[in-house]
């Protein structure tokens, strides 16, 4: 059952990694093309963020935002490999940063090709989000061995 649960989890992880591996071959001195996709989204993301709440979002280099999450997906792919709750919880951390501003479904209209697409990866991202709060409600919910051993009662006669 243990070997099931690692061979699971690295399946799992596999698109975290696969994702990781190729933005970092991909990455070079300007951020690579997920720079050039991400961008005009974060800006998007940025105008209906201030739009709404009235929050100024702090102007930074998205190349910056990029080695984060390979960073992100790297470390906590490694970590929930061996199950670890700190991987899966990097991992929630980088899906809920990423999935709003690459899945923007929100800026099409309804009839729009784009919109469907971008929903159902949208939705196929909290999937994967479900799936690891799920791996952290069931490994909070086991109970922990104790590491006291019972001593021997000794008998009275």
């Given amino acids: 059952m243990a070997f099931l649960s690692f061979v699971g989890?690295?399946?799992f992880?596999?698109?975290?990694v696969?994702?990781?591996?190729?933005?970092?071959?991909?990455?070079g001195e300007d951020g690579g093309s997920a720079t050039k996709a991400l961008t005009p989204k974060f800006h998007v993301l940025s105008k209906h963020i201030t739009t709404h709440t009235?929050?100024?979002v702090p102007a930074f280099e998205i190349k910056l935002l990029i080695a984060g999450a390979i960073a992100l997906k790297a470390l906590g792919s490694f970590l929930f490999i061996f199950g670890s709750t700190i991987g899966a919880t990097l991992l929630i951390l980088h899906q809920l940063i990423a999935t709003p501003i690459l899945y923007d479904f929100y800026n099409y209209d309804i009839e729009k090709k784009e919109f469907l697409q971008l929903f159902i990866k949208f939705a196929q991202s909290l999937s994967l989000l479900g799936a690891l709060l799920f791996f952290i409600g069931m490994k909070n919910s086991i109970p922990?061995?104790?590491?006291m051993t019972k001593k021997a009662k000794t008998k009275t006669t």
């Fill in 144 to 147: 922990r061995r104790s590491t």
């Fill in 9 to 11: 989890r690295v399946l």
């Fill in 13 to 16: 992880v596999s698109v975290f």
């Fill in 18 to 27: 696969l994702s990781a591996v190729q933005e970092f071959k991909d990455f």
């Fill in 54 to 56: 009235g929050f100024q």
